[in-house]
């Protein structure tokens, strides 16, 4: 995770009005990379809910590669506190909020609203 830059949540608005080209890179506007950096792409989409993004990092290269491979539970727990850190709520992280305003729908689609 990275810690917040001014700008961080009004550069996410603008890429939100011309989603259709922002596409998946290895480090996200956020300048997040690897795991967290695709749970900021899946959140952008908003298409998924928080078990698709942690079965979509259980299928990284990177996660499988370990020698413990995290439960789908302690993943859901790794998405929420990278929400946490999108948001406005890391008093229990080591960094500043980025900021951003990510909901969660009733249907469990995690996604920005700007």
Known sequence: MTTRRDGDWENTKQL??????VKRQP???LRHK????????MIFEGKYTKEDIAKAIREMPETKARDIIPTIDQLILRV????DHLNFDTSHLPMQAHECNVVIGINGIVKFKP
């Not at 939100?16 to 080209?21: D, H, R």
């Not at 929420?80 to 929400?83: G, L, Y």
């Open 16 to 21: 939100l009005k011309n989603s259709n080209t």
């Open 27 to 29: 480090s996200s506007w």
């Open 34 to 41: 690897g795991q967290a950096a695709l749970i900021d792409y």
């Open 80 to 83: 929420q506190r990278h929400i």
